[in-house]
Each structure stands twice: as C-alpha cells, then as structure tokens.
T-cell receptor
Framework: DTGVSQNPRHKITKRGQNVTFRCDPI?????LYWYRQTLGQGPEFLTY????????KSRLLSDRFSAERPKGSFSTLEIQRTEQGDSAMYLC?????????FGPGTRLTVT | AQSVTQLDSQVPVFEEAPVELRCNYS??????LFWYVQYPNQGLQLLLK??????LVKGINGFEAEFNKSQTSFHLRKPSVHISDTAEYFC????????????FGKGTKLSVKP
C-alpha cells in the first residue's frame, strides 16, 4: 500500500477565490471519504463515495462545496467563493469496509 | 443522536508512567470502534480497532483498549509511555446502519514529560 495521498498539502487563498483539492486513495479501496478538521476539534464528516457514486453528504457541505470521484479512482473537493470560515484541514480517507485510512490532509487558509 | 465523548481534553504524564485516555459513545445496537493518533500537521494514523470478538484489543506502539458494552466505553491504555507518544488521540465510532462515516470525539492531547 502506498497510502492515501493528498495535494496540495497547503493552500493559501484570498476570500472569494475558488480552490480545488485532490485525493488519491489506496488503490484497492472502493470507499472514499472527505472530512474537515478545525483547530481543537475532531474531524467532521463532509461526504462519502462508494466507487464513483456519491452516497452521502453532510449538512456541513454547503452549495459552495462540490466533490467528484470520476471513474471511482481519485477524488476532488472544490470550494467556490471561499470564506474565512472555510479555513481548516481537509482530510481524505479510504477504506474497503470499516477501517478508514487517512491521508496527510490539505491545510486551507483563507485570508 | 450519535455522539462520541472524550472526557479529557489534555492529559499530562511523566515518561514511563501508565496512561488511560477515556472515550464514551452514545449507545447503539451495533458499533465498531477505533482510536487514531495525530501528530502535528499530519493526518490520522490508525492505532487500533474493535470490530468483534475479544473485548481487549491491542494496537501499534504498545497501546491497547477495552470495549465495555454496558458502560458504552472504549478507553485507551498504555502501561509505560514515551516522549514520542506526545500527540493528539481521537476516538471514533462507526454506527451500524449508517452509510459509513466515522463520528469522532474532540480529541485528547497527550503530553509526555521527561
């Protein structure tokens, strides 16, 4: 296993700009998750894919957020018109069933 | 509502002392339980898991945890900690019947002092 990878590791953007993050899961894992983690908190669920199908979205995922997983491989998370409240660590995880393995995260800072 | 409570936000301990990090979860018929460790500016690493079977589970780095269904707890323990164990620890629960996302506690910062 090469592990879950995420790019970029850090992103600084100005309020109102769009940003896109990429996650490459462990190759044989068909399930992929996005979480958001703010300072002093545990990760909070955003959305979940099984293969290419997006099966669940949290109420945290406002209409400015969109996620895709074309062909059931890598996934992208896009945030449009970023706000300062979007500053957080965005974590991606993948699994076969219950055990989720996390990537290193993308830290987003909105100025 | 499904929730996970980590009772201590910070735990300071001296090197080579034992430690217990506490985790309680809201009751459900079916749960799968996990502990993760997070070092600064890194992702989460799976320490150990309870899926079924023996209620005492062993993980990496000498950690173990005990699933107690009646008390809805899954406390993490280590008999002798090292400086390198300084990190934040998260308890997470997968509730059966959900789509698959984990519910996390707020984390416990373990600080090991020489």
């Amino acid at each position: 296993d090469t592990g879950v990878s995420q790019n970029p590791r850090h992103k600084i953007t100005k309020r109102g700009q769009n940003v896109t993050f990429r996650c490459d899961p462990i190759s044989e894992h068909n399930r992929l998750y996005w979480y958001r983690q703010t300072l002093g908190q545990g990760p909070e669920f955003l959305t979940y894919f099984q293969n290419e199908a997006q099966l669940e979205k949290s109420r945290l995922l406002s209409d400015r957020f969109s996620a895709e997983r074309p062909k059931g491989s890598f996934s992208t998370l896009e945030i449009q018109r970023t706000e300062q409240g979007d500053s957080a660590m965005y974590l991606c995880a993948s699994s076969r069933v219950y055990e989720q393995y996390f990537g290193p995260g993308t830290r987003l800072t909105v100025t | 509502a499904q929730s996970v409570t980590q009772l201590d936000s910070q735990v300071p301990v001296f090197e080579e002392a034992p430690v217990e990090l506490r985790c309680n979860y809201s009751s459900s018929v079916s749960v799968y339980l996990f502990w993760y460790v997070q070092y600064p500016n890194q992702g989460l690493q799976l320490l150990l898991k309870y899926l079924s079977g023996s209620t005492l589970v062993k993980g990496i780095n000498g950690f173990e945890a005990e699933f107690n269904k009646s008390q809805t707890s899954f406390h993490l323990r280590k008999p002798s900690v090292h400086i390198s164990d300084t990190a934040e620890y998260f308890c997470a629960v997968f509730y059966g019947g959900s789509q698959g996302n984990l519910i996390f506690g707020k984390g416990t910062k373990l600080s090991v002092k020489p």
